[in-house]
């Protein structure tokens, strides 16, 4: 990370906790936890335990004397319709035409990220021209977000039918072939 870059992590309750704990022993500082609220989530088939309507973005810097990051305040307020820039963020799961999927209409990946979330992630977090790295892609939606809103990115992604998946889903939408390794 560049000094005034910041890292956004997403994660389930079964691992958040544990990634904020060891964030916190490296030194990072959290600057918000976001909930994000999925409006239209998977129920809790077994009636168990309760439907898990959220997931948690942790928004960080490298250290607390960090002060020079990006944060476009004005973006952040116009999200849910209110003045405030709340940490909660109403957008539902990935559905769809919005949904990568194969011939026999399956998804490609269990957990495809919705546009909605990483356009608010980027809009809100970097500037123009400047570059994001993912790296754990799956089907691309950070760098596929990152090109359609003018930012540059680099991605990795160890499984091949996710890369491959991202490389159609950019032939598709912008015409481009990436630059695969
Ligand atoms: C939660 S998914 C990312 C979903 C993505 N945001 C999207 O919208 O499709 C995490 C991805 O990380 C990949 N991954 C896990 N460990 C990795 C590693 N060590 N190197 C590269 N990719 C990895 C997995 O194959 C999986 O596709």
Redesign the pocket.
């Known amino acids: 990370m560049k000094p005034n870059a910041t890292i956004w992590i997403?994660g389930t309750y079964h691992n958040i906790h544990r990634i904020g704990k060891i964030m916190l022993d490296l030194g990072f500082w959290i600057l918000n936890d976001i909930i994000w609220f999925k409006t239209n989530p998977m129920p809790n088939f077994l009636g168990v335990r309760f439907t898990n309507a959220t997931e948690t973005l942790l928004w960080a810097v490298k250290d607390k004397k960090i002060k020079k990051y990006t944060f476009n305040k004005e973006i952040a307020r116009s999200f849910n319709g209110g003045k405030l820039g709340i940490n909660v963020w109403q957008i539902p799961l990935?559905t769809g035409r919005e949904r990568?999927r194969n011939e026999k209409k399956e998804k490609i990946?269990?957990?495809?990220?919705?546009q909605e979330?990483?356009r608010r992630v980027i809009l809100t977090s970097t500037k123009e021209n400047d570059v994001i790295f993912?790296?754990?892609?799956?089907?691309?939606?950070?760098g596929?977000m990152a090109k359609k809103l003018n930012r540059k990115f680099v991605m990795?992604?160890?499984?091949k039918d996710?890369v491959d998946a991202i490389v159609k889903r950019f032939e598709t939408e912008f015409n481009s072939l990436l630059f695969k390794t």
């Open positions: 997403i990935c990568l990946h269990s957990t495809q990220k919705p979330l990483l993912d790296p754990m892609a799956g089907t691309g939606t950070t596929f990795i992604e160890k499984n996710y």
